[in-house]
């Protein structure tokens, strides 16, 4: 497989000059750098601009409600174990209406790569503040200011018990690739935040701001280490980007494979008249 | 139900009423009498009121009790909670410690005091060894129950309850008279068993292999029951976060091709409300149990009310077909469930099982020969060629692929969508579609005709109820005609779409009409007004607030007073 046999026939409706563009792309070299196949792929969003991507990728998609991504992703990936789950969505999807489902999907180490697109606005409903919006940013939805502090998503991510957590830039499409082939091949739950420009809702500007800042994690930085990680969050001067945490422990399916032996040993499968005895009063 | 008894059992958390009727009844079930035994508590998670009321009967049971032959009381500020839900037959006994004297409003009855806490520290095994004395129920199958009740606690507590058992059935009150010789032991044993769990065990027996659900009262045993077995048969039971992600869970798992369910109540249902109408745009199969309680909001979590009605018909913004069904009793909640899989996997769309806290909770004996219900599998599409997964067909359903077959990728969506799935804010194509996944409902109704009638053949009055009120009914319309009248039912057990025109064949051979439910607002009687024609004038309507069992009684009352008057 190579990158183009994951692009579908539908044309993306982002503005010109939107970050996802290139994150699409990421999203065609790395599903083809994961040896993914197309048909045992399947992409799994909520609602936002960036959850249309699923549509112009050739696998199984799934545009779902607002939110949801992370909750229809894992049904679809613990009911077929042998498919490689990716969620996909903005910042507002995952951290603001979804946000409890992101909570639970980062401790539960359930196996799937989530990729956030993060704008720092709400898209598709026209430039509202949302959840990583800076504070004072005026905005359709802040007339005044913003009022809130925003959120670092890898932090959260981090501190929540997701066993992998980077951070991209979607103008940088070769480290974002790399960055994204890994979050796809990690066993258990890998989180990429990948910084992606609206040039509509945020201005030309943000796009060279971002580059600008960005800046490669140290090469001696110890992934392992919650705090060193963190150390990288919160950021406001600089974007470092990279690896921030990669640690192994079990994962939901694991876990489920263990409530499996657990529950039945080497013992076959009950029939229906052995679970009926549990009604039998003799 | 002349050869019946009734018998309830009042404490506070603790006192172990709610174990002990457990005991009577299994020890009845296992002797193969008829039992229908149902629960009711406080809202306290301990040290609340609590009560148990066991009906016992050598012919099978359909409705639970009406009125109690014997009341063991704890505490009387306990019985005064649940005293507007209780009646008490003018010749019940009742059994109350010698500290605690009954109320002035019982003094008619026989009163019998009996040192419950001094006679032993397991007062409620006491209190069955009276009551087994006193109806005859074999002492060697109640303490065969003990010791399969307290199997895990081991023998030391075995003994104990044993001992106390024994205990009171040497306490004989004197004169205590009345034995049941009409309870007749037939020997064949029954099973024991609640409507969740048999909702559960449904959900097994459609070929359920992956459960995601969120903790409710008065839906959890579907919880508990499927976390002990479906890891057993190689499925998986999720709990998660809330009932947002779980019926999402069920979504995203049906997609990927297992047959997936959730169980939940109002509160619950009212969180799904966005995910029903995603999987009906989608085409997604869903099954969604809801085990009812008194609404709006929290409302009682504990009592039962058939108040979810509309919210399950019309939940969901948008035109979003959907198919509801209604189980009747605790055997009902078993062929119900898997009815819900089989049309929700062929239609591909969400199936609401309306279950209520009567059915859920109580515990009801069941003849394993009937719990067997034919499944109906997935179709799942092979294409070879360009693929339309929301292809328009006659019958409304399209090829569905899973993920992992390799020509048979789709995207699908919340979205309008067309054929192959890509977005569409096309009216032709929203009508289309609207029109297609419509079609399937047309094909459903005409395939799953599900309802009970009973009664008269050429009925004078015709009574239209559904869900747990169903068995209730059912007694009330034979000790009507029993008493000369000519009185039949009506109850669907599919409420959409509803088996209308044999719905309106029954209503129109009718006199007159009376609707039975338990919803102050009377949402079925509004249901069937919109669905069928009622005939004006002579409809009447019993509509009331759950939270109390319906009566043989209230339906009776209300057929002389509303209709025959």
């Known amino acids: 497989m190579n990158a183009n046999d994951f692009k579908s026939d539908l044309k993306p409706v982002w503005c010109p000059g939107c970050g996802d563009f290139a994150v699409l792309n990421s999203v065609y070299r790395a599903l083809a750098a994961a040896g993914c196949a197309p048909h045992e792929t ?194 406001h001067d600089v974007l470092t980007t990279g690896v921030l945490y990669e640690v192994a422990r079990p994962t939901l399916l694991d876990e489920l494979a263990q409530i499996e032996r657990r529950a039945r040993g080497s013992a076959p499968p009950p029939t229906r008249d052995q679970i009926l005895q549990l009604f039998q009063m003799r | 139900m002349e050869n019946a008894i009734t018998f309830s059992i009042v404490g506070s958390g603790g006192d172990g009423a709610v174990v002990a009727g457990d005991l009577i009844a299994m020890a009845c079930a296992a002797r193969g009498l008829h039992v229908m035994k149902t629960e009711a508590y406080g809202p306290q998670i301990r040290g609340g009121e609590s009560s148990s009321t066991v009906r016992i009967s050598s012919a099978p049971l359909v409705a639970p009790a009406e009125s109690n032959d014997a009341l063991v009381v704890f505490r009387f500020a306990d019985f005064a909670r649940f005293r507007s839900e209780m009646a008490l037959s003018p010749d019940c006994v009742v059994f109350h410690e010698p500290n605690d004297p009954p109320p002035a409003e019982l003094a008619a009855l026989r009163c019998i005091a009996v040192p419950f806490g001094e006679l032993a520290r397991e007062k409620n095994m006491v209190a069955i060894g009276i009551l087994g004395a006193m109806f005859d129920i074999p002492g060697d199958e109640i303490r065969a129950a003990i010791k399969k009740r307290f199997r895990k606690k081991g023998e030391t507590v075995i003994e104990a309850n044993l001992k106390a058992f024994g205990v009171g059935q040497a306490f004989q009150p004197a004169s205590l008279g009345r034995r049941l010789e009409s309870l007749r032991y037939t020997g064949t044993p029954h099973l024991l068993m609640s409507g969740n769990e048999a909702a559960a065990f449904g959900a097994l027996h459609a070929g359920c292999t992956f459960f995601a659900g969120y903790p409710i009262t008065p839906s959890s045993e579907i919880l508990h029951f499927l976390s002990d077995w479906l890891p057993r048969i190689g499925g998986a039971c999720v709990q998660t976060e809330d009932e947002l992600a779980a019926i999402g869970a069920v979504v995203g798992a049906s997609f990927a091709g297992a047959k997936a369910m959730t169980a939940t109540s109002g509160p619950g249902l009212s ?80 199936v609401i099982v309306l279950s209520d806290q ?6 009801e004996t069941v003849d394993a020969a009937s ?50 799935g890509r977005p569409s804010s096309m009216y032709v194509v929203h009508e289309q579609m609207n029109d297609k996944r419509h079609r399937k409902l047309d094909a459903i109704a005409d395939r799953y005709r599900l309802f009970r009638r009973f009664g008269a053949e050429h009925p004078e009055l015709g009574i239209l109820c559904w869900g747990s009120s169903a068995g209730t009914v059912r007694e009330a319309v034979e000790r009507m005609n029993g008493m000369g009248a000519s009185v039949a039912a009506f109850v669907p057990r599919i409420l959409a ?69």
């Open chain 2, 371 to 420: 719990l067997v219900h034919d499944v109906v599998q997935r179709r799942i599409a092979l294409p070879v060629d360009e693929y339309k997964r929301y292809a328009y067909t006659e019958d409304g359903v399209s090829p569905m692929t899973i993920p992992g077959i390799e020509h048979g990728m789709y995207q699908t969506n919340g979205l309008e969508h067309d054929e192959l």
């Open chain 2, 358 to 363: 009567l059915i859920g909770q109580r515990r």
């Open chain 2, 271 to 350: 969180l799904m409300a966005e995910m029903l109408g995603l999987s009906s745009i989608a085409e997604i199969p869903s099954v969604i149990v809801d085990v009812q309680r008194g609404g709006p909001s929290t409302g009682i979590p504990t009592k039962s009310e058939q108040s979810d009605l509309f919210h399950a018909l019309y939940a969901s913004h948008g035109d979003t077909p959907r198919v509801v069904l209604a189980c009747c009793d605790v055997e009902d909640a078993f062929h119900t469930t898997v009815d819900a899989f089989n049309i929700a996997e062929e239609y591909q769309l969400p």
């Open chain 1, 42 to 235: 399947v992409l799994v969003s909520g609602i936002g601009c960036s959850s249309r991507l699923p549509g112009y990728v050739e696998t199984y998609g799934f545009n779902s409600l607002h939110g949801r991504a992370l909750p229809i992703a894992i049904g679809a990936k613990v009911a077929s174990p042998r498919m490689t789950v990716v969620a996909v969505g903005g910042d507002g999807d995952g951290l603001a209406i979804g946000g409890n489902h992101f909570m639970h999907a980062a401790r539960r180490n359930v196996d799937i790569a989530y990729i956030m697109m993060d704008n720092e606005i709400y898209g598709l409903t026209k430039g509202q503040a949302g959840p990583t919006t800076p504070t004072g940013d005026k905005t359709k939805s802040t007339t005044y200011g913003n009022p809130d502090p925003a959120i670092d998503p890898c932090a959260l991510a981090i501190s929540l018990g997701a066993s992998w957590v980077a951070r991209g830039f979607s103008g940088d499409v070769k480290g974002t690739t790399e960055l994204m082939t890994r979050a796809i091949r990690h066993h258990g739950f890998a989180f990429l935040n990948i910084l992606s420009p609206c040039v509509t809702w945020r201005g030309e500007e943000q796009h060279k701001e971002l580059r600008a800042k960005t800046r490669a994690i140290p090469a001696d930085h110890d992934v392992t280490s919650r705090e060193a990680a963190l150390r990288f969050t919160g950021e």
């Open chain 2, 497 to 565: 779409p509803l088996p209308a025109s044999e719905l309106q064949a029954f209503v129109d051979q009718c006199e007159r009409i009376l609707v039975v439910e338990l919803s102050h607002a009377a949402q079925f009687h509004r249901y069937l007004r919109s669905e069928i024609d009622l005939p004006r004038g002579r409809t009447a309507v019993l509509a009331r607030s759950g939270g109390k069992t319906l009566t043989v009684s209230e339906v009776m009352a209300a057929a002389v007073e509303k209709v025959m008057a």
